[in-house]
């Protein structure tokens, strides 16, 4: 519900942005008889969002001043419309309207952020998967390149290897080496995952049917 009020100032906001961008100032949108209704209009709905929609906790993320400016600008456009005096519109929009939008911004940034974090804690084997992955297409390139190798040097025949065919056929040997131990702590430490990630669901059934 939060969100969704915050959202609706942010599209107040945006069409406000939209009018002066259309008119190419604020002072040729505040002109513009039908520009200036539309503004007051979404002026008056940010508002009325802010004060009479948001809880006191959410209402809290704006800055005192900002609330007090589009409650009386509020109040300037629904008591007296065509006597409204323009420069205080003005100052709404280039003051007040930037730090509202900024405020609300902030908070969706700052939720998006706990929820990243949320969602990485719920799932903190996935880097090592990634490395699993990232290890299984390198060692296939290797393997696939030590074949290509072996088959150019059967093409070559035994009596024209040289020196340099058997010392990078050679260089293999310590990189398959090398492979195989890595290989066996990603699997010692899966093994591990998978056992805990199996006393995990085992202690949470045993609780269910508690």
């Known amino acids: 519900m939060r969100q969704e009020i915050l959202k609706d100032i942010l599209k107040e906001i945006k069409i406000i942005k939209s009018i002066i961008k259309d008119k190419g100032s604020i002072n040729a949108a505040l002109m513009d008889e ?28 704006f800055q005192e001043k900002d609330l007090k400016f589009s409650k009386d600008t509020r109040n300037f456009i629904a008591h007296n419309n065509k006597a409204t005096n323009l420069k205080v519109v003005r100052n709404f929009i280039n003051f007040e309207l930037v730090r509202i939008e900024k405020a609300i911004f902030a908070v969706f940034q700052k939720e998006q ?5 949320t969602s990485s804690n719920k799932n903190p084997y996935s880097n090592f998967f990634k490395l699993k992955k990232s290890f299984t ?14 088959g150019y040097l059967l093409i070559k025949g035994i009596k024209h290897i040289g020196g340099i065919d058997i010392a990078i056929l050679l260089c293999f040997i310590p990189v398959f080496i090398l492979f195989g131990i890595v290989a066996a702590v990603l699997r010692k430490r899966e093994k591990e995952f998978i056992d805990t990630a199996k006393e995990a669901k085992t202690t949470e059934n045993k609780e269910n049917q508690q």
């Open 137 to 150: 297409i390198l060692f296939s390139y290797i393997v696939a390149l030590f074949f290509i190798f072996c």
């Open 34 to 61: 039908i520009s200036k209704r539309a503004i007051f209009q979404s002026i008056t709905n940010i508002a009325v969002d802010m004060h009479e929609k948001l809880d006191d906790e959410t209402r809290a993320i």
């Open 113 to 117: 952020s706990v929820n990243s974090s």
